[in-house]
């Protein structure tokens, strides 16, 4: 019986299983643990931690609450990862917790502190950013409103003084003329070409 079998192919295969293993919390948490373990080795650090640590901890970022991705990549930005709270000690249970990688990546040798700041800065500046868009289009709304209610007014006086009626095609042009103008007034947004373009649209 012929043997199909290749160092190639065992090597492909054991590849392959252990992509598939850090699929699971177990094959993640071993892997885990023989980096620390390693790394603890070569630096000379204390290590007391072992797989049922680990897989205890497995669900939820310790820092942030989020819930862990087991995915082929180690790096994924939610893919667990053991974090020294004491950069200066080594693995051992007292001194580690299991965080988000992107978690870990960001607090390297810094503290908690430091990286809380960080953060309320970001969320900070991404609140500010938001409730400019949304001053932005509650101004589009409003102007909105004054615009129907010009409109109308148009349309009445022309009922009364007999006049023609405007067309939707001119009310259009009416509404996006006072709106080009309004972000030109309130926005420093300048659209000069496009109101001449309206207004002589509009005949006025």
Excluded at 72 to 83: L, T
Excluded at 115 to 142: C, H, P, S, T
Excluded at 173 to 190: K, M, P, Y
Aim: hydrophobic share 30%; proline share 2%.
């Amino acid at each position: 019986m012929r043997n199909w079998r290749t160092p190639e192919s065992d090597k492909a295969y054991r590849h392959n299983y252990e992509v598939m293993r850090r699929l699971t919390i177990e094959g993640r948490a071993s892997q885990l643990l023989r980096r620390a373990r390693h790394i603890s080795k070569i630096k000379g650090w204390d290590y007391d931690l072992d797989a049922a640590w680990i897989i205890e901890r497995m669900t939820r970022c310790k820092r942030t609450d989020t819930p862990f991705v087991l995915v082929a990549d180690h790096r994924h930005p939610y893919a667990p990862s053991i974090d020294r709270i004491d950069s200066t000690k080594g693995y051992t249970k007292d001194n580690c917790r299991i965080v988000a990688w992107v978690y870990n990546q960001a607090r390297s040798n810094y503290s908690d502190e430091t990286v809380n700041q960080f953060a309320l800065r970001v969320v900070r500046k991404q609140m500010k950013a938001e409730n400019d868009n949304i001053d932005y289009w509650n101004r589009g709304k409003r102007l909105t409103v004054c615009s129907q209610v010009t409109l109308g007014s148009r349309s009445a006086n022309c009922q009364g003084s007999g006049d023609a009626q405007p067309t939707h095609e001119t009310e259009s042009d009416v509404f996006w003329a006072d709106l080009l103008e309004e972000l030109r007034t309130n926005c420093g947004i300048i659209f000069d070409d496009a109101i001449a373009d309206l207004k002589n649209a509009d005949g006025r």
